[in-house]
């Protein structure tokens, strides 16, 4: 027999979620199998599945070690020291070595339940394929190595990043480090709530201050994106346009200098998260990003990267404004966040005697 005492990340969630997380080789009818036979029961009870667990609620398992260990994902050991002689958790190899292989990652805010980075161009913020190493593994093999969880507890509940960057867009990510943590942080961007301000290059002279409204149409095939100042006309679409996801955004931007009057300086609130939002609006208003090979300029782009190596946007989510706020994210009440500029970003601007802030 094995028990569980619920603690605050598992706490708040319906009991057949937790038994998934708990028991991810298991599937859902050998779950409710388990649960009619009482062979799974909570606070000793007979339960459906569908109760909304408590802290200090306790689930018990009436399965051999054998079976826990198959339908738990977990290795039987011989060590009597080890509690109820398993393995503490799930394998954690993949933390440990995005951890350890993925560098300059910086940590700009840590508190019980959330945690800010600095992600660098060219790493993922999520997997993109099984084998792949992404911001998110490194985010708990951080968390692992600071003792702040422990593979046990990744079994019934795992830390994750709360919204995301493309791999070659640099700057701040929200990461939840407890289910509490996650669930805010995923309203406050939900609700948009949380000002977010980009820094970016892009090519000819902005002059002023505006906000752009347009239609972004996505192209799950080819993972792009067209930008629209109306509604597409639906009836007149081909077929398989007609079966594109479109969604309303909303940007706004500032220009902060000019580099010899051809490119500008800019920061960029994205009003509406949207993919490719920033590079595909402001491309169709004339001012693509610098290196931006999918919506930019081919020819400018091949001038940078013969005078910087540069070989991807210039795009850097630079700053984060949150609201007065109380409960788990009371540290972050009315608080504004920071992401150092990456070096070449700063390299290029100095070079244009552009002060960096």
Known sequence: MQSVIIGPNQAGQRFDKFLHKYLPQANTSFLYKMLRKKNITLN???A????????????KLFFAEDTFAKFAGVDLVTDNDTEQG???????????????????IQVIYEDEHVLILNKPIGILTQKAAHTDSSLNEWMIGYLLHSQAITAKELRSFKPSVCNRLDRNTSGLVLCGKSLAG??????????????????????GCVAKSRQIDGYLIKNEKTNT?????????VSVRPKQQKEDKVEQ???????????????????????????????????????????????GNTKLNESWKQRYHLSSQFLHAYRLEFPVLTGVLGGLSGQTVVAQLPTMFEKILKDYNIEVN
């Open 44 to 46: 000793g009870k007979k």
């Open 48 to 59: 459906e599945g569908k109760e909304m667990l408590k802290e200090g609620d306790e689930v």
């Open 86 to 104: 398993f393995t503490d958790g799930l394998p954690t190899t993949e933390y440990e070595t995005a951890f350890h292989k993925l560098k300059n």
């Open 182 to 203: 996650s669930q805010a942080l995923s309203k406050l961007i939900h609700d948009r709530s949380v000002g977010k301000f980009y820094r970016t290059i892009v090519a």
């Open 225 to 233: 994106v067209q930008v629209l100042d109306t509604p597409p006309n």
């Open 249 to 295: 955004i909303r940007t706004s931007y500032m220009p902060l200098s000019q580099l010899d009057n051809k490119y500008t300086y800019l920061e960029v609130e994205l009003i509406t998260g949207k993919t490719h939002q920033i590079r595909a609006h402001l491309a169709s208003i004339g001012h693509p990003l610098l290196g931006d090979y999918k919506y």
